[in-house]
């Protein structure tokens, strides 16, 4: 007596590569599955590691990446957060930051400005606390105020969000830096979107510390930014502290961080980190933005 295989409902004398034309019971064509389909090892059906590189990491919400990684004028595979609903009043474009309290800045390095030592326009990725990017900031300055006027030099930095659309504009007028002449203090204007002032970053004249005021729109004071006395950019992190109008609570920081020996000292490409309350008004978390980009310009931009 004949006896199927173990493993099979096959009938005997019939092989794997004749099966029937209906399943045994169910009166109807089985469904196939394309060959091709099938994963060709086991290991084609294993979860990567969450250590590689972009991977959500354990305890942070999995959220849904936008097709549209790349855009102009940013590095490719570069993945943008996805846009979250903008709240009520909220300028356009400023939505991303609605819902954080931390942002990282990371400066590229211009592969022409380190062989040659000319100045080129400062580029810079924004992103959250997921590394994901939120923003990517252009500086657009003429080559003769680039290289005439080193860190002192006016600019405007446009900030692009995700659609390649300027949703912030930061300009700083020429005003020479030097500390012994309190008239001769840096500022910058923050408008989002472009041509709408939203803020201002004005320094304080002190003949020790950097100090800056934050002002609303309508040049109201609103917050106080204070560094160290003692600039060390060597080996470790230099922390600017936000502290409330009376300067006697601190809700934030603005950080420039250490990015080893090599990139600090042969090139001027810098890593910013900075943190505010999540409730802040949008309007002033894009000014905290610009305030970072005075700080770097006046203290880090010739190192």
């Known amino acids: 007596m004949d006896i199927p295989r173990p493993g099979t409902n096959l009938p005997p004398g019939r092989t794997s590569q004749n099966p029937p034309a209906t399943l045994q019971g169910s009166g109807r064509p089985p469904h196939r599955i394309p060959k091709d389909t099938y994963p060709v090892s086991p290991t084609d059906c294993s979860v990567p590691s969450p250590k590689y590189p ?12 936008p097709e549209h990684n790349h855009q102009p004028g940013g590095p490719i595979g570069v993945l943008w957060a996805p846009a979250p609903s903008p709240p009520l009043s909220c300028p356009p474009g400023l939505e991303y930051l609605s819902q954080i309290d931390q942002i990282l800045i990371h400066q590229q390095t211009e592969l022409l400005e380190v062989l040659t030592g000319i100045e080129t326009n400062n580029r810079f990725e924004i992103k959250n606390s997921l ?3 939120i923003y990517f900031a252009v500086e ?3 080559c003769c105020t680039l290289n005439c006027c080193g860190s002192v030099r006016p600019f405007t ?4 969000d995700h659609l390649n659309r300027e949703v912030i504009t930061m300009q700083r007028p020429l005003r020479c830096d030097d500390c012994c002449f309190p008239g001769c203090l840096q500022e910058i204007e923050v408008q989002a ?26 040049r ?8 160290p006395c003692v600039l060390c950019k060597c080996c470790t992190d230099i922390d600017f502290k936000i502290k409330s109008l009376d300067g006697k609570s601190t809700v934030g ?8 020996f090599f990139r600090e000292a042969f090139t001027d490409a810098d890593n910013f980190g900075i943190q505010f309350p999540l409730d802040l008004d949008v309007k002033m978390k894009a000014v905290m933005l610009g305030a970072c980009f005075l700080i770097d310009f006046m203290f880090f931009e010739d190192y």
């Not at 939203?198 to 309508?218: D, F, S």
């Not at 920081?253 to 250490?258: E, Q, R």
Request: charged residues 15%; positive net charge.
């Open 157 to 160: 930095l446009r900030v692009l």
């Open 220 to 227: 109201e004071d609103v917050l106080k930014i204070t560094g």
């Open 253 to 260: 920081k603005i950080s420039k961080h250490w990015t080893g």
């Open 140 to 142: 657009d300055t003429d």
């Open 131 to 133: 590394g994901q990017r």
């Open 54 to 65: 972009g991977a959500v990491q354990a305890g942070f919400p999995i959220q849904n990446q």
């Open 193 to 218: 979107p472009p041509g709408v002032p939203v803020g201002y970053v004005i320094q304080t004249w002190h003949p020790c510390l950097p100090k800056y005021t934050v002002q609303n729109a309508r």
